[in-house]
């Protein structure tokens, strides 16, 4: 993918990028697919599909933080199931500021993940083991695709001192937000699906 490219699907929803971040997102886009060639980490082949659905969607986190007023800078996120990086590596590409701590139980995935931390140039830490098993504590805990939302959620609570982000793309029911206690970001960008994520804050 050309670079002019790359910056004018960021840019068109809503997300501007500088030569940096540009940079380091065409080196993850390369990665990514030459690693799933192998491995198989996204079923997504075409590139501006996986700008769209994998890069940008996880930037919607940080329109998240900055609509809602989520102190994020210094503070310590963790992506839990991490997979191929998402969401925790296009925000740590996007808000240099933020600590982040990627939770991940399959081996091939970790081992992806650390390569990707030296290719990219980024400080950030994988754990590579079930996070069931995690016994620390993070600020920011966020996951994306990772299971039945009613199971997923009181273990990211569990590791969480403060905010737990759900990214669920289109799906919404009312018992999550009635029982579980959850409030609703709607996500409506320009060029994108409009999606929601599903946030707590634990103090409250």
């Keep these: 993918m050309k670079r002019e490219r790359l910056k004018e699907l960021f840019n068109s929803a809503g997300f501007p990028i500088d030569e940096e971040e540009a940079e380091r ?19 997504i082949r ?8 994998h890069f940008l969607d996880s930037l919607t986190l940080a329109l998240c933080f900055e609509e809602l007023g989520i102190p994020w800078r210094g503070r310590t996120l963790t992506d839990v199931g991490s997979g ?21 139980s399959v081996s091939k995935k970790c081992a992806f993940l650390e390569f990707l931390k030296v290719r990219l140039g980024l400080d ?13 504590k993070f600020y920011l805990v966020t ?6 939302f009613e199971e997923v959620a ?5 590791l969480s001192e403060r ?5 669920k793309g289109r799906e ?3 018992f999550w937000i009635d029982e579980l206690g959850y409030r609703i970001f709607r996500v409506s960008r320009r060029s994108m699906p409009e999606t929601y994520i599903l946030w707590k804050d634990l103090l409250e």
């Design 84 to 104: 191929a990086g998402f969401p925790g590596v296009p925000l740590k590409i996007h808000l240099k500021d933020l600590e982040l701590v990627l939770i991940e």
């Design 124 to 136: 950030y830490r994988v754990i590579c083991r079930r996070a069931e098993k995690v016994q620390e």
């Design 154 to 158: 009181p273990l990211l609570e569990k």
């Design 25 to 43: 997102f065409l080196l993850y886009l390369e990665e990514l697919k030459r690693w799933s060639r192998v491995h198989n980490l996204t079923g």
């Design 143 to 148: 996951a994306r695709a990772l299971g039945p």
């Design 163 to 167: 905010y737990v982000f759900i990214l």
């Design 172 to 174: 919404l029911r009312r």
């Design 46 to 53: 075409e590139e501006e599909e996986i700008v769209r659905r």
